[in-house]
């Protein structure tokens, strides 16, 4: 199969300058530069959810940020807002195709890279508008938090010996450092249209990505919130606290877990979760009854229950069929309909439920 093959081309991602419409609301996607943000960035998106939105902050899997419950005559004011903060791109299209995730501890070099990848696009606006919605880069380094292991059309990780090179899932050699922009550029468009990649030195081991880890790692310190959900209060707390240890910033995660640069106390008081052995952690459930009018049951208040009763895997519970929390399959996964769960095992949200219980009958799934 040819690279061009292999690529998805469907849908289109929500962005600031493009909102989309949900239950609760319009939902603002907030893009941060090199997946990072300064303490002063961070605040201001806290209050900028609690005036314009609802107060809800949403840790995307793409290390971006989402702001829920936006009214449509806001946007200009949220617009301004984000400006100021150095948050918003010039215009739609270069945002849709920023989609350049960067790994906690990919240091100075990778956001060097990021930010010169985002120049060459902005510069060859014909590339920006032909790449599809959802394609997307990642540039990382090898350590305890690689995120290398995620999905992207075009990822690259630094090397020592040079810039080693992965194309829709194949890993194809070393760039050099100093060609490496161009190289990326010419990987999206082998992508698109399977035009002959530049040569590549070649390279022995593949990088092993990290895994998701809290608390300190090296200089970094990790916090989650559950189910990848700040109140723009936990924000506020959460940049309070960074600035009383001395950190800088805050790096998200395509795991949602957010990484600063120096070790705080109190997260916890936060409702913030920093023990990576957490239950919530293995449990994805979307905000369910009463913030989205498709769901009957509210799939949050059920599954920190199911965590509390100590399940085992992974669980996945999910307001409806359309399983916005989580695509890949969980160990278990509740699927609310008509004010009930449909219980499925081992797959995904759509997939058909075995039986149905009330909200109140949990317990018993647990026991098989
Ligand atoms: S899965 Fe269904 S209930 Fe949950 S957020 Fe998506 S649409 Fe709403």
């Given at each position: 199969?040819?690279?061009?093959?292999?690529?998805?081309?469907?849908?289109?991602?929500?962005?600031?300058?493009?909102?989309?419409?949900?239950?609760?609301?319009?939902?603002?996607?907030?893009?941060?530069?090199?997946?990072?943000l300064?303490?002063?960035?961070?605040?201001?998106?806290?209050?900028?959810?609690?005036?314009?939105?609802?107060?809800?902050?949403d840790?995307?899997?793409?290390a971006?940020?989402?702001?829920?419950?936006?009214?449509?005559?806001?946007?200009?004011?949220?617009?301004?807002?984000?400006?100021?903060?150095?948050?918003?791109?010039?215009?739609?299209?270069?945002?849709?195709?920023?989609?350049?995730?960067?790994?906690?501890?990919?240091?100075?070099?990778?956001?060097?890279?990021?930010?010169?990848?985002?120049?060459?696009?902005?510069?060859?606006?014909?590339?920006?508008?032909?790449?599809?919605?959802?394609?997307?880069?990642?540039?990382?380094?090898?350590?305890?938090?690689?995120?290398?292991?995620?999905?992207?059309?075009?990822?690259?990780c630094?090397?020592?010996?040079?810039?080693?090179?992965?194309?829709?899932?194949?890993?194809?050699?070393?760039?050099?450092?100093?060609?490496?922009?161009?190289?990326?550029?010419a990987?999206?468009?082998?992508?698109?249209?399977?035009?002959?990649?530049?040569?590549?030195?070649?390279?022995?081991?593949?990088?092993?990505?990290?895994?998701?880890?809290?608390?300190?790692?090296?200089?970094?310190?990790?916090?989650?919130a559950?189910?990848?959900?700040?109140?723009?209060?936990q924000?506020?707390?959460?940049?309070?606290?960074a600035?009383k240890?001395?950190?800088?910033?805050?790096?998200?995660?395509?795991?949602?877990?957010?990484?600063?640069?120096?070790?705080?106390?109190?997260?916890?008081?936060?409702?913030l979760?920093?023990?990576?052995?957490?239950?919530?952690?293995?449990?994805?459930?979307?905000?369910?009854?009463?913030?989205?009018?498709?769901?009957?049951?509210?799939?949050?208040?059920?599954?920190?229950?199911?965590?509390?009763?100590?399940?085992?895997?992974?669980?996945?519970?999910?307001?409806?069929?359309?399983?916005?929390?989580?695509?890949a399959?969980?160990?278990?996964v509740?699927?609310?309909?008509?004010?009930?769960?449909?219980?499925?095992?081992?797959?995904?949200?759509?997939?058909?439920?075995?039986?149905?219980?009330?909200p109140?009958?949990?317990?018993?799934?647990?026991?098989?």
């Amino acid at each position: 199969m040819s690279l061009a093959a292999t690529i998805e081309i469907k849908g289109w991602c929500p962005g600031a300058l493009r909102p989309m419409e949900s239950g609760d609301g319009l939902l603002v996607r907030v893009k941060p530069w090199a997946s990072a943000l300064t303490l002063a960035q961070a605040g201001g998106l806290a209050a900028i959810a609690e005036r314009l939105g609802n107060g809800h902050i949403d840790l995307t899997r793409r290390a971006n940020l989402q702001l829920r419950g936006v009214a449509a005559q806001s946007l200009p004011e949220l617009h301004r807002a984000l400006g100021q903060l150095g948050l918003l791109d010039p215009d739609a299209e270069i945002e849709a195709a920023r989609n350049i995730m960067v790994g906690p501890l990919a240091g100075a070099e990778g956001r060097a890279i990021a930010a010169a990848l985002t120049e060459a696009l902005s510069a060859d606006r014909r590339l920006a508008a032909g790449l599809p919605a959802k394609f997307g880069w990642l540039v990382d380094a090898p350590g305890p938090l690689s995120i290398i292991g995620e999905r992207a059309d075009v990822a690259l990780c630094l090397l020592p010996e040079g810039v080693a090179l992965r194309v829709a899932g194949r890993w194809l050699g070393l760039a050099s450092r100093d060609q490496i922009v161009s190289c990326l550029l010419a990987a999206s468009r082998t992508c698109l249209d399977g035009r002959p990649m530049p040569s590549l030195a070649g390279m022995d081991s593949v990088p092993v990505p990290g895994r998701q880890r809290l608390g300190r790692i090296g200089d970094a310190f990790g916090i989650a919130a559950p189910f990848g959900r700040l109140e723009a209060g936990q924000l506020q707390g959460l940049v309070a606290l960074a600035a009383k240890a001395g950190a800088s910033e805050l790096r998200l995660s395509p795991w949602r877990a957010v990484y600063l640069d120096a070790e705080i106390e109190g997260a916890s008081a936060l409702g913030l979760i920093e023990d990576g052995e957490d239950p919530l952690l293995r449990i994805d459930a979307c905000p369910g009854s009463p913030a989205c009018r498709a769901a009957s049951v509210d799939a949050r208040r059920d599954a920190r229950r199911l965590a509390a009763w100590g399940f085992a895997g992974t669980l996945h519970v999910s307001g409806c069929a359309k399983g916005c929390a989580r695509s890949a399959p969980a160990d278990l996964v509740l699927v609310g309909g008509d004010g009930r769960y449909g219980i499925v095992r081992n797959g995904t949200a759509r997939d058909r439920a075995q039986r149905t219980v009330e909200p109140g009958e949990l317990a018993t799934v647990l026991r098989g």
